[in-house]
Structure formats: structure tokens, C-alpha cells
């Protein structure tokens, strides 16, 4: 590690304890997502942090989002989990024809929390590092004005930038029909340059080679050039989210 790293946190150690929070059991990996969310500004990163805790001893109390606390979006089975990408990061796939505004919107919020959880949790080997990061698969095949949830988008993606900093590793959204684009005009008004500069829509046949060959036969489903099944998410085990 570079030493202007080792001095940004030992800084943002101690900045964390002047708000309030706690930083002791959380490795330099862990806090470097969130200096780096910030640009090295300790300060900011410590502030971050410490909204990031506040944020999940309110709304995720247990560590995790159980499936009883899920039911609704869960029957939906909208969500898959694939395994892990050519570098490692595990692939989630979101169908958007399968997704329907929701009238519940603080069991949306715990649904986010649960599969970005859970995402994240299947790709550790052994105990968590804190780096890990995930690519997102945003499949509008057969969408309809019935699925638009430019809301629970805004709230995905902002979940992201807000909780869950330097998680992402890419987002490629795959068949984006000509209507939705005023919609995805309107979402990434809400999105930061670094979240943006990591969607990729995929709109030809070259970006689609490329999609596949970055992600992997591996691990994506046959409908999308690979050779697996779909897994829905609620149907992958994690001896993790238990412990």
C-alpha cells in the first residue's frame, strides 16, 4: 500500500471516531472503498462511513435481509445469481419484464439490501475481504410501460452510491427498446460520473461479443450466449448470510 493510502486512513480512522462511529473491526479494504468514493478526502470518506453504519443498524438490524422479510419481490423471481465472472466478480440478472412497481416501498428497499447483500456474499472465499465488487445485468427484453419503475432504479443505483461504494463493477443493460430511453435519460440525471462511466448499454452485436467474452460462457445463462440455467436468487444458499 502506498504510504499517502496509509496516512488518508489513519486519518479517516480517527475522523470516524470524532462522529461518532466505529471503525475497528473494518479492514483497510473496507475503508478504502469509501476514500476512494470520496476522493481521498478523509473527511468525507469518515462521513460517508458513518452514514453508511447509521443507515444499516437502522434498516438492516439482523446483518442481513431475510427472505421472510422479502416475500412479495421475491415471488416476482425477477433476480438471478450466476456464479462469478472471468474476474472473479459474481453476476447478477435483473428481468425487467418480471418487475412491477412496487406498493410497498420499504420491503423494496430491504429487497435491494438483501440481493446486493447476497450478491456480494456468494463471491467470498472464506470471510469477507471488503473489495469485492459485482457486475449487474439489467435485461429489458419484453418490457412493457406496466414494468417503468424509473423510482426503484434511482433508488437501486443510489443504494449503491450511497451504501455501497466502489461495489460495482460494471452494469450492462441489455435490450432497450426505444421507448425506455427518456426513461434511462431521466434515471442517470440522478447518477454520479463514476456510476455512469460504468453502465454499458449493449446495442450491437459487437458490444454483445464483448459482453460476453468480459463476463464468460461460465457464467451466463444460454439466452445470453453462455452456457448455464438461470438461477433465481432465493434458490442459492449462502452459508455466509447465516453466520
Known amino acids: 500500500m502506498e504510504k499517502n493510502q496509509e496516512i488518508a486512513l489513519t486519518r479517516m480512522r480517527k475522523s470516524v471516531e470524532k462522529l461518532g462511529g466505529s471503525a475497528g473491526e473494518y ?3 473496507t475503508l478504502m472503498r469509501f ?8 473527511d468525507k470518506a469518515a462521513k460517508m462511513f458513518v452514514q453508511w453504519q447509521k443507515w444499516r443498524a437502522k434498516l438492516v438490524p439482523l446483518g442481513f435481509i431475510p427472505d421472510s422479510d422479502v ?3 421475491l415471488e416476482a423471481r425477477k433476480i438471478y445469481l450466476q456464479g462469478l465472472s472471468k474476474n472473479g466478480y459474481p453476476v447478477m440478472i435483473v428481468k425487467g419484464s418480471k418487475h412491477f412497481p412496487s406498493k410497498d416501498q420499504l420491503q423494496f428497499k430491504k429487497y435491494v439490501v438483501h440481493v446486493l447483500d447476497k450478491t456480494i456474499a ?12 459485482l457486475i449487474g445485468i439489467l435485461d429489458l427484453q419484453q418490457i412493457t410501460y406496466k414494468n417503468i419503475d ?7 443505483f443510489q443504494f449503491l452510491q450511497a ?3 466502489e461495489r460495482l463493477a460494471k452494469c450492462f443493460i441489455l435490450n432497450m427498446p426505444r421507448f425506455f430511453v427518456s426513461v434511462w435519460r431521466m434515471v442517470s440525471y ?7 462511466e460504468k453502465i454499458v ?10 459482453f460476453i467474452k468480459e463476463i464468460g460462457e461460465d457464467a451466463l445463462p444460454e439466452e445470453y450466449g453462455g452456457w448455464t440455467k438461470l438461477v433465481a436468487i432465493q434458490n442459492v444458499v449462502l452459508i455466509q448470510l447465516e453466520d
Open 71 to 73: 416475500p412479495d419481490e
Open 35 to 42: 476514500l476512494i468514493a470520496r476522493s481521498m478526502d478523509s
Open 190 to 196: 440522478f447518477l454520479e460520473k463514476a456510476t455512469l
Open 201 to 210: 448499454i449493449v446495442s450491437n452485436e459487437d458490444e454483445r461479443r464483448e
Open 150 to 156: 424509473a423510482r426503484a432504479l434511482i433508488t437501486g
Open 163 to 165: 451504501y455501497y461504494p
Open 122 to 133: 456468494s463471491s467470498f472465499k472464506g470471510g469477507e475481504i471488503g473489495n469485492e465488487k
Open 27 to 29: 479492514g483497510d479494504p
